[in-house]
């Protein structure tokens, strides 16, 4: 940027001067060789730019400027990102019915070395820990009992981990002073390590998460992180992983992390990685046959609990079988809510299930069909669509949409396969669509304009010429350009600022000069699309650099050739090309292309904030989340 900003305006001023006192005779060429440095310093700028954003997208963002402010600054700044996060996490809270009508009973146990470090490191002497508790004893838990906030939290899938943590952060939140850590939660399957420092993870996960805002970065130790999910990560990954926070935060510094545990003692179990230093673990415990029925029989209609009469006997009589076992997680036991309890459907179908990996999967398959069932479209309900036992009302309301489940179904399992663990987004989206398709119906498009528009001002041979230049440059910049844009306002503002600078070197060359109207506009023309291209960025400034080459070239060897008509079909390229080379174009063919094979619908935003209020999904920022990771797995295998 610094070579375009400075370089170029200084070869301009000697091409203008040679152009002055030698005329036509040796213009052209000097104009080539001037064309060509433009073109050669635009395709490292754009080469540069698209470096960049490659780097923010990784979250290599490099050393962040977190210079000390004073203290009522960095008060502030936590104290903005505190509120974000609890309303991030409150209204998740209300979404999921973790209180209505009241909590379900999880409790865990301690887990002592190996699975967590030495006692000595987590409390300075030998003795163990009595972790021991219940669902609303964490936060008390943690910081009465451990002198760090450092814990591992384990559990099989849907024992409730991120629940948990989910209570644990809001606890943090209610009790926190103003000079306290802000608890965050950051999913580990948005995190690559191979290719991603931590640090910048983080801070890209604040952004995309919280919608934090990187002018004014908080100091990591600020922060209370809560890591959630190591087990959703690749196996290949996860010893990086665990590798990286160890050397990243010293074992002073508050972080909790979650994971299944058949996952995490393989990881800590291999060669390279060990326990999180200085981290005492705790298991959650499965929920038993009676806080099972008590459940059951508070989520349910008065009127309909004769129906369960049948599973009630099959749990009191067994309490250690199958049964149990299938609905001894509350993801389980929350499925069933949805399914049975809250469904006139007849629960003595779960007596028909005798292995409990059968059951868990009727449960999940049954989520969508119940949540999408025409009796979830009404008004008045909680935030999945079916009555609240406690009474209360929703902060929220479903809208009334009326998607069929059989195609609701359809179009989870696609996001399922296509996004798998990443958030969920429609401007998304577009990587759906190969690039080369982009690439060839952009090129063709841009090819087209600038060829129409140059063969009327030049003549055929320039119009398929610089058409063909024009098409090609779209395909290949499309096909490997960054899917980000600059924001409307700002393409405006340097479009505004071209046609002035434009006018006003005309003005001083035609009559402060006292040149030719054909030589101050070719003079104008250029000094205007250098300065595009020093607003501009990606295929945009490649173009101009390809244009500035063929109008100047042409006008100095072609008189006959209007220079009004030159410069009007130049500019008729350019914002021909900014506007099909814009990113919501792009979108917008996604969206069509997956519409009309009946992928997704038309409407894909309202579908995510639908599914969203159903229940189905989860927001974190501007991403959605499958509810649970087992039900997007269900959706990904289940078609």
Request: hydrophobic fraction near 50%.
């Amino acid at each position: 940027m610094v070579a375009t900003s400075i370089l170029v305006p200084f070869i301009a001023i000697a091409v203008v001067v040679l152009f002055v006192s030698q005329g036509r005779e040796y213009a052209d060429q000097w104009a080539s060789i001037f064309s060509f440095v433009v073109t050669a310093l635009v395709a490292s700028a754009a080469m540069i730019g698209w470096l960049r954003q490659r780097a923010k997208r990784r979250g290599d963002l490099g050393t962040l400027d977190v210079a000390e402010l004073g203290a009522d600054a960095v008060a502030a700044h936590a104290e903005r990102l505190a509120v974000k996060v609890e309303q991030v996490w409150k209204s998740e809270e209300l979404r999921q019915r973790l209180l209505d009508p009241e909590p379900l009973p999880v409790s865990w146990r301690t887990i002592g070395p190996p699975v967590s470090d030495h006692w000595r490191v987590i409390g300075d002497n030998d003795l163990p820990i009595d972790l021991d508790g219940s669902l609303d004893d964490l936060y008390h838990t943690i910081h009465t009992k451990l002198p760090r906030t450092r814990l591992v939290v384990l559990g099989e899938p849907g024992a409730g981990k991120t629940s948990l943590v989910m209570r644990f952060a809001l606890a943090c939140l209610s009790a926190r002073e103003q000079a306290g850590p802000v608890p965050v939660i950051l999913r580990l399957s948005t995190w690559t390590p191979s290719n991603q420092l931590i640090i910048g993870w983080i801070y890209a996960r604040l952004v995309e998460d919280y919608g934090y805002d990187l002018a004014e970065p908080l100091s990591l130790d600020r922060l209370l992180l809560i890591l959630d999910g190591l087990d959703e990560m690749p196996a290949s990954e996860r010893e990086q992983a665990l590798i990286q926070i160890n050397a990243a935060f010293s074992a002073r510094y508050p972080l909790v992390l979650t994971s299944r545990t058949a996952e995490y003692l393989a990881t800590i179990g291999s060669q390279q990685a060990d326990v999180l230093t200085a981290a005492a673990a705790i298991e959650i415990k499965p929920l038993d046959a009676a806080a099972i029925r008590d459940y059951l029989t508070i989520t349910t209609k008065p009127a309909r609990l004769p129906e369960w009469s049948n599973v009630f006997a099959e749990l009191t009589a067994n309490p250690d079988g199958e049964l149990a076992h299938g609905l001894s997680t509350p993801l389980a036991l929350s499925l069933a809510r949805v399914a049975y309890a809250e469904r006139a459907a007849n629960p003595d179908h779960l007596l028909t299930f005798t292995i409990r990996r059968d059951l868990e999967a009727h449960l999940l398959n049954e989520l969508v069909p119940a949540l999408y069932s025409g009796s979830a479209s009404h008004h008045g309900r909680n935030p999945s669509g079916y009555p609240s036992r406690s009474g209360r009302s929703s902060a929220y309301e479903q809208p009334n949409l009326a998607w069929r489940p059989d195609a609701a179904h359809h179009w989870l399992s696609f996001l399922a396969r296509h996004f798998g663990r990443r958030g969920i987004s429609s401007l998304e989206l577009i990587d759906v669509v190969p690039p080369w398709v982009y690439g060839v119906i952009l090129g063709l498009l841009s090819g087209l304009c600038a060829g129409t528009a140059f063969d009327v001002a030049a003549g055929p041979a320039w119009g398929a010429l610089l058409g063909t230049a024009m098409a090609i440059a779209t395909f290949v910049y499309v096909f490997a350009q960054d899917r980000r844009e600059p924001p409307p306002t700002s393409q405006v503002m340097s479009w505004i600022a071209t046609s002035a600078f434009f006018v006003f070197v005309f003005g001083l060359f035609t009559m402060g000069a006292d040149l030719r109207a054909d030589q101050g506009v070719v003079i104008a023309l250029g000094a205007a699309l250098w300065l595009q291209v020093t607003l501009s960025r990606g295929l945009i400034a490649l173009q101009v650099g390809l244009l500035d080459m063929a109008v100047v070239h042409t006008a100095v060897t072609r008189p006959s050739v209007s220079p009004e008509t030159l410069t009007l079909a130049a500019l008729v390229t350019i914002l021909a090309v900014s506007v099909l080379s814009a990113f919501r174009l792009r979108l917008l063919l996604a969206r069509a292309m997956l519409a009309a094979s009946g992928q997704l619908p038309w409407r894909v935003a309202t579908f995510l904030d639908d599914g969203y209020q159903r229940g189905v999904l989860r927001q974190v920022g501007d991403l959605y989340y499958f509810r649970h990771d087992l039900l997007r797995q269900q959706l990904t295998h289940k078609e």
